[in-house]
């Protein structure tokens, strides 16, 4: 195998602030609370910023703020609306190197993800919704749909920009005015985006953003002047605010966790296969809600399969999240390492064999190599319980019907591959899978246009495309 | 020469297509709008709950696989036999819900319409709510709906048959199969419109029947692991809120109940099927 040199991309084109406030009714303001959390380089463990922890008079602020904006935003023109999200679309692709190196020093994932995959989406999202705005009755929800007011949006630390822009992008078409929180770690680029924001003069209040963790978020879903809700991350987050609006009317959408079945048959083409089976569950750390943590493969290929795989693993680079090269960046933070690590030892305590590839480990942050885990039975907890993070559980079948029965045996149904080149077989698994989204001879595909969503418990509603609407109107 | 005496009718749940008492062997006084006695109604129990949800499991792949032309034929037959049978649903209404002959007549009418209607959407809302996507790389991509699952529903209190089959037919038009809690106060339409559904071709199952107390019933509907979805229709607010709060247990999809009096005359909308639908997007790469 090659040596490569290192290529880091530069820090200096980011200005990162020691300190930050919320952004209300379009100015920064200073917490009316005391609280402050500090977020790292999860690479390094270095403090990058201070960040404020929005209080519960401060989540109320935010919600004036919106709400008032809401009787401008709402009664101008879709075409007027329009424009101003174009603009935020443009100012994103003008600043998309500056805005990928913020993404990866804060979340840890690697450069050539935030840039090539992250940034391109974001833009995406603004453009595709930005269209949408003076185009509302033709959606399929009726000739005049309305928007429904105030919507408070809680995002994960996975995906901080592009979960972003899934929210504030259909959202503001629609008419609705927002009040956002990223997540405790990772804030850095939401609140790059309030910037953006002012750049493209948006009217004040029409996009808020306050920072802080798990009690600012609550605050906000639970506010009673907060019409829609939209959460994405973890279904016991996703349980609890289920609870916290019961008998409000809000509605509510829900992106929650999953634990996706990569299903590999004997006829597939097993070196697309790899590839996609890689991508499936290495792919920003295994830090995605859709990721193919579970792969069924037929037995008649497991073999061959595990080779190849492990073959491909021993070429993954990981390291430095702004190196061009690197494949495998950080773990967000320490409190996910741990889960991860509490996880990968149940599965080896559980009787499943681990395997990584011979891989040199930093010595400052938070590091997990690719695993495999092989010899997996559906009851251990590494083949029922989301893991988030860059371990794989293989598990075997014979027949179709009993991949579709292993594929289904879980709480979660957000997604699912198939690998075969056989049509028939293939829609013949689409349609048995009780998945949101089915990835055929493919894997992690995501775009404006296309819905996306789970069924059972990774949660309601659909983002993305024309369904992605609904969640913003009143229908 | 004596009177005849008239044949009363035993009301009993419907559960898998059959007609069992509840296992609990308990029933209820339902009285006329004027207070008469006009029959005793099972008082279905928690365990009926139970097996009502396991008999919709069963039916649950059948009915979501039969083609859209099918079910559409059968919601048709649905109304056909419901149609027949006009004048007994007529006097049950009056004696039921004190409403006129002329009235009860708009209202079966119209349910007998509402089937007819949502008979025709059976091959048609996937079409209305699915996509062919126009993503940006070579790939083919198509969104299709597909039903989510076991339906719990709440059925309004009043409105007895109107309001009773504008929330059944929504969900198993779709494909969904259903357990439904019925009126209360009115419980005797329903379990007719179940001899009505038991000799229209609809499988066994797809749509289960309790009568009894809502709120002794419906919580544990609505904490059901094996339940998707909740229609708090004909819920009171009270109970709303338990059901939607057990409901958030597996993250059912939660229909609530809207405030003030439904009115089930005016057009329907899709809302009410698009609650119960799942949207599967189908990613294909594009090549040679």
Redesign the interface.
Known sequence: MFEYAPAPESRDIIDIKPSYGLFINGEWVEPLGEGREKTVNPASEEVLAEIAVASEADVDRAVQAARKAFTVWSAMPGSERAKYIFRIARIIQERARELAVLESLDNGKPIRESRDVDLPLVA?HFFYYAGWADKLSHA?F?PSPRPLGVAGQVIPWNFPLLMLAWKIAPALACGNTVVLKPAETTPLTALAFAEICRQADLPPGVVNIVTGAGETGGALVRHPDVDKVAFTGS?EV???I??SV??S?KKVT?E?GGKAANIVFEDAALDQAVEGIVNGIFFNQGHVCCAGSRLLVQESVAGELLEALKRRLSTLRLGDPLDKNTDIGAINSAAQLARIRELSDAGEAEGAERWSPACPIPDKGFWFPPTIFTGVAQSHRIAREEIFGPVLSVLTFRTPAEAVEKANNT?YGLSAGVWTEKGSL??WM?SRLR????????FN?F?P?????G??????G?EG???GL?AYLD? | MSERVGVRKTYKLFIGGAFPRSESGRSYVVSSSKGEFLANASKASRKDAREAVATARKAFPGWSAATAYNRGQILYRVAEMLEGRRSQFVTELVDADGVGVRRAGELVDAAVDRLVWYAGWSDKIGTIRGSANPVAGPYFNLSSTEPTGVVAVVAPEADPLLGLISVIAPVIVTGNTCVVVASERAPLPSITLAEVLATSDLPGGVVNILTGSAAEIAPWLAGHMDVNAIDLTGAELELAVSCEQAAAENLKRVLRPAPGKADWITDPGTGRMTAFLETKTVWHPIGI
């Open positions: 995406a399929g009726g279904t996703g349980r609890q289920a609870r019961a008998g009317r829900l929650l709480p293939m829609l689409a998945a949101g989204v089915v990835w055929s001879n493919t595909k775009d246009t296309s819905p996306f969503g069924y059972k418990e990774s949660g309601y659909r495309g024309r369904q609904e229908v």
